[in-house]
């Protein structure tokens, strides 16, 4: 439908404030974009221009697989549709996958979580300020180093944890989205190699 909708959109869009990584994992000792501050730094802006977000569950997988000492997690796949619409009716709609794994019953909400924070980073880039060039240098010197890599690796075959499964635990541990070890930087190296080493021990 064709209406105002996107150019509130745009409105909300630059109205959006950054989100810092002001949470802070003390059992694993990383940083990170908590959902309450996403939503607080968004919020305000739909508010101020009018526009209400309207979620639609469209699809939720489970599956589960055990480490090597016999615990269970649970793991939910979820894809959500957003539809944000303004008050002459006219509407927007963008869609997110997500996914989280919990040893408990909260790998579905955590899933949902995780799916609507990346959406609202994706669609009104909430991230951090800053020079992209500096970032981009940081990003470089802070990679996990060949011997880190492997050594994640080998402490999760330890704990049973392999390919899409080790992935899976690590976006769990980091907060976000793990697709390759790639993704992993220098900060995650001893909240991860803690985290499984407890698993080892459990």
Known sequence: MEGIIYKKMADVL???????????????????????????????????HNVAILPEVLSVEKSTY????????????VLVAYRF???DGSSVETTMAGQAADSGDKAVSKSLSMAFKYMMFQ????????????????????????????????????????????LDYLSTVTGRVIAS????????????????TQEASK
């Open 123 to 166: 669609t009104f880039l909430c991230g951090t300020d800053g020079d992209p060039d500096a970032e981009i240098v940081e990003a470089q010197a802070s990679a996990l180093t060949k011997v880190q890599k492997l050594d994640i690796a080998a402490l999760g075959l330890a704990v049973g944890l392999a390919d899409q499964a080790l």
């Open 66 to 77: 055990q480490t090597s000492k016999g615990s269970t997690m649970n793991v939910s796949d």
């Open 181 to 196: 070890a790639g993704d992993l930087v220098a900060d995650d190296y001893q909240p991860v190699k803690e985290a499984l």
């Open 14 to 48: 630059a109205d959006t404030m950054p989100v810092e990584k002001n949470g802070y994992n003390q059992s694993q000792g990383f940083k990170f974009r908590s959902i309450d501050d996403t939503v607080a730094s968004v919020r305000k802006s739909l508010i101020k």
């Open 85 to 87: 619409v303004a008050e």
